[in-house]
């Protein structure tokens, strides 16, 4: 069964800084891992998706990158502005299952000014 | 571009009620996902349809079930409601069982149970 964990719950950095949200996940089987980005008591935005042949995807000032035989990936996030605080979430896509995410616990991100 | 519509918004039922969501995915996305959130925990993954057939089934109480129609439109149907159904309701869809492209979510039915 598949387990995401993400670390650290919380975090809390001035605007400017670059910052980095992980992510571990148990069983390697994947097809892929999305990174979403969830504001309070609203949905979830896809941010990026790595396939499971892939090494990182990037988006703007987002980098995300994924080490599937450590089961690991990392959320990079450059020149964090307030506009960035939300919950970030990783979920991963099961070769076993047919469309079953499987999400972490997610980071609560704020950013001050 | 067109996103996930969900309905209602909000919802407010009494215990041993029945609620109907409804969910429109994006045009010409052929996977159709339901997510259970509770206060201040992670999605949980409910059922999913592929081409109006249930594809996969997770943590879904037998009280609840769910139908993809002809239009690709799903609804969620709970009864029997108790207090614990409380949460947000998160439909999403993507194509190809999300195994090429992103889930798009939806901002959710929030349901809550007295």
């Given at each position: ?54 090494r990182e995807q990037t988006s703007g000032r987002l980098n995300a990158s994924l080490d599937k035989s450590s089961g690991r990936s990392t959320l990079y996030i ?36 | ?114």
């Amino acid at each position: 069964k598949q387990e995401v964990t993400q670390i650290p719950a919380a975090l809390s950095v001035p605007e400017g800084e670059n910052l980095v949200l992980n992510c571990s996940f148990t069983d390697s089987a994947i097809y892929n891992l999305q990174w979403f980005r969830q504001d309070p008591g609203k949905g979830l935005t896809s941010l990026l998706l790595i396939q499971s042949s892939q090494r990182e995807q990037t988006s703007g000032r987002l980098n995300a990158s994924l080490d599937k035989s450590s089961g690991r990936s990392t959320l990079y996030i450059a020149a964090s502005q307030p506009g960035d605080s939300a919950t970030y979430l990783c979920a991963a896509l099961n070769t076993g299952t047919a469309s079953k995410l499987t999400f972490g616990t997610g980071t609560r991100l704020q950013v001050t000014l | 571009a067109a996103g996930v519509i969900q309905s209602p918004r909000h919802l407010i039922k009494e215990k041993r009620e029945t609620a109907t969501l409804k969910c429109y995915p994006i045009p010409r996305h052929d996977t159709v996902y339901w997510y259970q959130q509770g206060p201040g925990q992670d999605p949980q993954f409910l059922i999913s349809f592929y081409e109006k057939m249930q594809s996969d089934k997770g943590s879904i109480p037998d009280r609840f079930s769910a139908q993809q129609f002809s239009d690709y439109h799903s609804e969620l149907n709970m009864s029997s409601l108790e207090l614990g159904d409380s949460a947000l309701y998160f439909c999403a869809s993507s194509s190809e069982k999300g195994r090429s492209s992103p889930l798009h979510f939806g901002n959710g039915t929030r349901l809550t149970v007295t």
